[in-house]
């Protein structure tokens, strides 16, 4: 009965501890301090072993600027526990709240004298001074913590921390070095530490300087890593090549850091620096296992470099572009490149890479949709269940509707669509195509239903179009006979009949009477235009479809296609400005929206 009634008491005694905290916490969040203060002294006293309310009671204090009372409060609590760390950071910060700056140092000092052979007291008390910004401090306190550990790791992104933040970039890079030094493994850290702050003023100079100075006396495999490392991340191609390079002869490496190197270069689209890192694994280690990887990525990156130089020389402004080749000759060398791999390594996986380069090399670039055609069912015969095999049913696909194959074009859609390695972005690509597929056939009401799923998808390359497409159809299925004809032309704007498709689109688009369906055909016409730079004819379009104010669903697209019309096209950039600030006024939520504040932008730094 005793044991009953006793634990009875001491869990009602809970509740109402608990009961007290909460209210002094509202108390507390709705600005009640000293309500609050009131609180928090009765709970110390029920509870004077509890640091919630301690810490609770000294916040409320600080609050108030009551700095007397908060010294005192910890000062008291210290009596008790005299060797805690974390209080005498608390005290000093208190004293710097308070303006005595020198008392705030002493209280520290006293800190790290209570334990001063524990390296983890130094990071408190470090902690404390970086919070009140006392970062010379903070730097003292670490650097006499980084003496006396027996792993200085911490002390040693700290200090890196806190040099950078002061902008001494040079003594930031030089603890991230010694970190290199000591810790070899901690490379990656290092090099995601310096990443935060290269781009900032001097950074790059003093970072590279630091590195330099470091490496010149204590030069390892791993410090010129991370010295290629910040020449790359700071646009010194040729350098950090050169000295990943110079890495593998000094420590004998086997190629593995270039190989790296080299892809990196690939992803981040700097393809002739990766063209060389490629060829320098070639010339080194030509029989060693990277030379699979290295000669099909030396052939990737030729076609992409060439790929880029051929792109330089369309206007990617223009909504349509007229297909046109380019570089023949060094695309058949990259042909060749390719099938040589391809006879060189038969029954490698990445031959079949290979080939998909090769058909994608004729389709989109020597425009062979023939030869493109036999080489894609070849990769899907070689590797149905690759993410290869998707690509090339969808590229198959589209070769079949440029070729007025619309049933043939559907059934690699769907290929596409169902194979277990499409990824969703593919799948969604796919599905998409077999939805135009049938509102160029005129099934609507199947169109309609493929475009249901299509645009539940919000993030991918195709939401836009289907969500056009989707708002079209439903809103013109009705007039199902124009609906008809405008399918048909649309139909041959992707086989790029161009003229046969202008002369269509400005019949329906003159017809006054088909509302939306002539609206959208004067769109097109003037994408037409324009991709014939016949400006002129396109700027009387779009003017009117921009101010338009029945048809405003237009209106902002119009109006951004009128501005890139005038600024690239008539090369009028004042006139251009005024088009692209039109548009930020009076669409401020439209999806041009930061594509026309960009332009406008840089048309003000170019004038000044």
Not at 311 to 321: G, H, R, Y
Not at 447 to 474: G, R, Y
């Amino acid at each position: 009965m005793f044991f009953c009634i006793v634990s009875f008491l001491s869990a009602q005694n809970n509740s109402n501890v608990d009961n007290k905290f909460r209210l002094a916490q509202n108390y507390e969040m709705v600005g009640q301090l000293e309500k609050a203060e009131s609180l928090y002294k009765e709970l110390i006293v029920l509870q004077t072993w509890n640091y919630t309310f301690f810490e609770s009671l000294n916040s409320v204090l600080i609050l108030q600027k009551k700095y007397d009372e908060s010294a005192q409060l910890i000062e008291t609590r210290l009596k008790d526990s005299p060797n805690d760390t974390g209080l005498y950071g608390l005290l000093g910060t208190t004293y710097f709240y308070s303006d005595q700056t020198q008392k705030a140092y002493e209280t520290w000092e006293r800190g790290i004298a209570a334990n001063p052979n524990s390296f983890i007291t130094y990071r408190i008390i470090a902690n404390s001074a970086i919070e009140n910004r006392a970062y010379e401090k903070a730097i003292d306190f670490l650097k006499r913590g980084k003496k006396i550990s027996d792993d200085p790791f911490p002390f040693m992104l700290d200090l890196s921390n806190i040099y950078a933040i002061n902008m001494n970039f040079k003594d930031a890079a030089t603890e991230l070095c010694e970190l290199i030094l000591i810790r070899p493994d901690q490379l990656p850290t290092a090099k995601a530490r310096v990443n935060t702050y290269l781009n900032r003023p001097l950074a790059a100079e003093q970072t590279t300087t630091a590195i330099i100075n470091f490496v010149d006396s204590k030069e390892t495999a791993e410090l010129l890593d991370f010295l290629s490392f910040v020449y790359f991340q700071t646009g010194k191609f040729d350098e950090a090549l050169k000295t990943i390079t110079e890495s593998e002869e000094k420590f004998k490496g086997n190629g593995t850091s270039t190989i790296i190197f080299a892809q990196e270069a690939f992803r981040s689209r700097q393809f002739e620096t990766a063209s060389k890192a490629y060829k320098y694994i070639l010339d080194h280690f030509s029989k060693s296992p990277l030379e699979i990887t290295a000669r099909l990525g030396y052939a990737k990156t030729l076609e992409e470099a060439l790929n880029q130089k051929s792109d330089s020389l369309i206007e990617k402004w223009k909504p349509l572009s007229i297909p046109a080749i380019s570089f023949p000759a060094d695309y058949k060398l990259i042909v060749s490149a390719y099938n040589d791999f391809i006879a060189s390594y038969k029954d490698n996986a990445s031959s079949t890479e290979a080939l998909f380069r090769i058909a994608e090399v004729y389709r989109l670039r020597l425009l062979d949709l023939s030869k493109a055609d036999s080489i894609y069912k070849r990769v899907i015969q070689n590797s149905p269940l690759t993410s290869y095999a998707v690509d090339s049913n969808i590229a198959l696909g589209r070769i079949a509707i440029t070729l007025n194959k619309l049933d043939e074009a559907n059934r690699f859609f769907e290929a596409a669509a169902g194979n277990p390695r499409s990824d969703p972005a593919k799948s969604f690509e796919a599905k998409f195509l077999i939805a135009k597929i049938a509102f160029w056939k005129g099934e609507f009401c199947l169109a309609i239903e493929a475009l249901k799923n299509t645009t539940l998808v919000t993030s991918a390359d195709f939401t836009n179009d289907a969500l056009e497409l989707s708002f079209f159809v439903n809103s013109t299925k009705r007039d199902s006979i124009n609906l008809v004809k405008y399918a048909k032309v649309d139909l041959l704007l992707l086989q790029n009949n161009l003229k046969q498709a202008a002369i269509e689109f400005k019949t329906l688009g003159d017809n006054d009477n088909l509302f939306i369906i002539n609206q959208f055909a004067k769109l097109k016409l003037a994408e037409i235009f324009i991709a014939e730079n016949d400006f002129f004819s396109a700027l009387q379009i779009l003017e009117k479809l921009s101010t338009d104010e029945k048809m405003a669903i237009f209106a902002e697209k119009a109006t951004f296609l009128l501005g890139n019309t005038y600024l690239y096209g008539i090369h009028d950039p004042v006139k251009a400005a005024q088009i692209y600030q039109k548009l930020l006024e009076n669409f401020p939520n439209s999806i041009y929206f930061d594509r026309a504040r960009d332009e406008l932008n840089r048309l003000q730094t170019k004038n000044g």
